[in-house]
């Protein structure tokens, strides 16, 4: 079966989504949604491929949403426009197409995080269009949903299950996100948008709530703390410059609590140079890797290291994220309609490609 396709967003996940759908053999590319300049550029040069394809973006959503497609890949930016964010994932599903998003990432188990003039109104959307949202990735996603909970089903006791991602950040490219919402290179005394009150807890208290879900666990709260540190000297990064006594590294964890114990835990070590911070956590790789610890009954230490002949690890990362959702869509497009979570879908691979794919 083929599945017709529409890209919305082809910014620094959406454009390996896009790359993804063009070569996925099931998938057929049938419009690409972009903001400003970008409209009327192929399909393929915006995806990065040596030829073009024969699609041509566009502004007009209009259009592409009466072209009826069977799903919608929905990459575009939300930190910094959640309320339009939402509106346009309503709008969609509201038109009767399926929606698979790397954001807002709080879809990714909106239940017990979201108030309900937020998750209602897209839930009632997807229920007049009869389709279905999934929001997933790799963080939050595949490295805190998935791969914890198989690991999960072989033990015989879990008293915490701790997901962490270790990563140096310099080489990755997004100004609006390094700056601005993760507040690097800020003043210690600048809190940035991340760490405002509350929402470190609603941009990943949806992974600890998910997978106490899976293993049968009711949280009695979610927490949240973090701990910053300034550069020592002035440095560059891929972004741009960070000065000394500047916002360097950042480490915060949320925790889903039953009691006063923490049993599902979310962790982040984030540095911008590899000798930062050296008595926090260490990744299995010098740039960075995923970590899965389960304390119990076996115990389990888990490190998933990311790499690509292509770039380095934050581009594999982002890649992923793409790829992640763009391969779950034939299975999204058979899901019944609503808000879809990892523990909703069966196992997800990537296609077989043709030989030089």
Same mark, same amino acid.
């Given at each position: 079966?083929?599945?017709?396709?529409?890209?919305?967003?082809?910014?620094?996940?959406?454009?390996? $989504?896009?790359?993804?759908?063009?070569?996925?053999?099931?998938?057929?590319?049938?419009?690409?949604?972009?903001?400003?300049?970008?409209?009327?550029?192929?399909?393929?040069?915006? $995806?990065?491929?040596?030829?073009?394809?024969?699609?041509?973006?566009?502004?007009? $959503? &209009?259009?592409?949403?009466?072209?009826?497609?069977?799903? #919608?890949?929905?990459?575009?930016? @939300?930190?910094?426009?959640?309320?339009?964010?939402?509106?346009?994932?309503?709008?969609?599903?509201?038109?009767?197409?399926?929606?698979?998003?790397?954001?807002?990432?709080?879809?990714?188990?909106?239940?017990? #995080?979201?108030?309900?003039?937020?998750?209602?109104?897209?839930? &009632?959307?997807?229920?007049?269009?009869?389709?279905?949202?999934?929001?997933?990735?790799?963080?939050?996603?595949?490295?805190?949903?998935? /791969?914890?909970?198989?690991? $999960?089903?072989?033990?015989?006791?879990?008293?915490?299950?701790?997901?962490?991602?270790?990563?140096?950040?310099?080489?990755?490219?997004?100004?609006?996100?390094?700056?601005?919402?993760?507040?690097?290179?800020?003043?210690?005394?600048?809190?940035?948008?991340?760490?405002?009150?509350? #929402?470190?807890?609603?941009?990943?208290?949806?992974?600890?709530?998910?997978?106490?879900?899976?293993?049968?666990?009711?949280?009695?709260?979610?927490?949240?703390?973090?701990?910053?540190?300034?550069?020592?000297?002035?440095?560059?990064?891929?972004?741009?410059?960070?000065? *000394?006594? @500047?916002?360097?590294?950042?480490?915060?964890?949320?925790?889903?609590?039953?009691?006063?114990?923490?049993?599902?835990?979310? *962790?982040?070590?984030?540095? /911008?140079?590899?000798?930062?911070?050296?008595?926090?956590?260490?990744?299995?790789?010098?740039?960075?890797?995923?970590?899965? &610890?389960?304390?119990? *009954?076996?115990?389990?230490?888990?490190?998933?290291?990311?790499?690509?002949?292509?770039?380095?690890?934050?581009?594999?990362?982002?890649?992923?994220?793409?790829?992640?959702? #763009?391969?779950?869509?034939?299975?999204?497009?058979?899901?019944?309609?609503?808000?879809? @979570?990892?523990?909703?879908?069966?196992?997800?691979?990537?296609?077989?490609?043709?030989?030089?794919?």
């Amino acid at each position: 079966m083929t599945y017709r396709v529409v890209q919305w967003g082809t910014g620094n996940v959406g454009k390996h $989504a896009l790359a993804g759908v063009i070569a996925h053999p099931e998938l057929e590319l049938t419009g690409v949604w972009v903001s400003g300049a970008k409209s009327g550029a192929d399909a393929g040069t915006l $995806a990065g491929l040596d030829q073009p394809v024969g699609v041509a973006a566009t502004t007009d $959503a &209009e259009a592409l949403l009466a072209s009826r497609p069977d799903c #919608v890949v929905y990459c575009c930016m @939300t930190d910094n426009r959640l309320f339009e964010a939402v509106q346009d994932l309503q709008r969609i599903l509201a038109a009767g197409i399926n929606v698979v998003a790397c954001a807002p990432v709080f879809f990714q188990y909106p239940y017990g #995080v979201l108030p309900d003039e937020l998750l209602k109104p897209v839930q &009632e959307a997807a229920a007049q269009g009869n389709s279905s949202l999934w929001v997933n990735g790799i963080d939050p996603g595949f490295a805190n949903d998935l /791969l914890p909970l198989a690991l $999960a089903g072989t033990c015989l006791r879990i008293d915490q299950l701790r997901c962490l991602e270790i990563v140096d950040y310099a080489s990755y490219d997004n100004r609006a996100v390094m700056f601005d919402i993760m507040g690097f290179g800020k003043p210690l005394d600048e809190i940035p948008m991340l760490l405002q009150p509350g #929402v470190l807890s609603l941009a990943w208290g949806s992974t600890v709530r998910q997978l106490a879900a899976g293993i049968g666990v009711t949280l009695d709260a979610v927490t949240q703390s973090y701990e910053r540190i300034a550069a020592p000297e002035s440095f560059d990064i891929a972004t741009g410059h960070i000065a *000394e006594g @500047t916002a360097a590294a950042l480490r915060f964890e949320v925790r889903g609590m039953v009691g006063d114990v923490p049993v599902t835990v979310l *962790e982040h070590v984030t540095r /911008l140079r590899p000798d930062l911070c050296p008595d926090w956590p260490q990744p299995a790789d010098p740039e960075g890797s995923y970590r899965v &610890e389960i304390t119990g *009954e076996p115990n389990y230490a888990l490190d998933l290291v990311t790499s690509s002949r292509n770039g380095d690890h934050n581009y594999a990362t982002v890649l992923a994220t793409g790829l992640r959702i #763009v391969n779950a869509i034939p299975a999204v497009v058979a899901a019944p309609a609503g808000i879809l @979570t990892a523990l909703d879908l069966p196992l997800i691979t990537a296609p077989a490609q043709r030989p030089g794919r």
